[in-house]
């Protein structure tokens, strides 16, 4: 009978190493965040891509959680601009 693996996080089981898995964490945490408040805003994709800078096919890819266009960087800033706080925290590995 073989072993299943229990992961505590999809991409723990996707990604190569804890590190690669920990960036995918990070980024789809503010992606999902920024999405969740552009979606707050109730407004056009024009308005919402103009307020964040960014163009609407960009928004689009943003909404529809296209996570591999988007680096850690670009996301921060457009968390930024949807008026949201961002806060690392690092911790000692359990």
Do not use: C
Request: aromatic share 4%; charged share 25%; hydrophobic share 45%.
């Amino acid at each position: 009978m073989s072993k299943r693996k229990i992961f505590t996080n999809v991409w723990d089981a996707l990604e190569n190493s804890p590190e690669e898995a920990a960036a995918m964490t990070m980024r789809s945490n503010v992606l999902a965040a920024v999405s969740d408040a552009v979606r707050d805003w109730n407004t056009t994709q024009a308005h919402a891509a103009r307020r964040l800078g960014i163009t609407q096919p960009r928004l689009n890819d943003l909404l529809r959680g296209k996570i591999n266009k988007f680096s850690l960087d670009t996301l921060l800033v457009l968390a930024t601009k949807a008026g949201l706080k961002v806060k690392i925290e690092i911790r000692a590995a359990a």
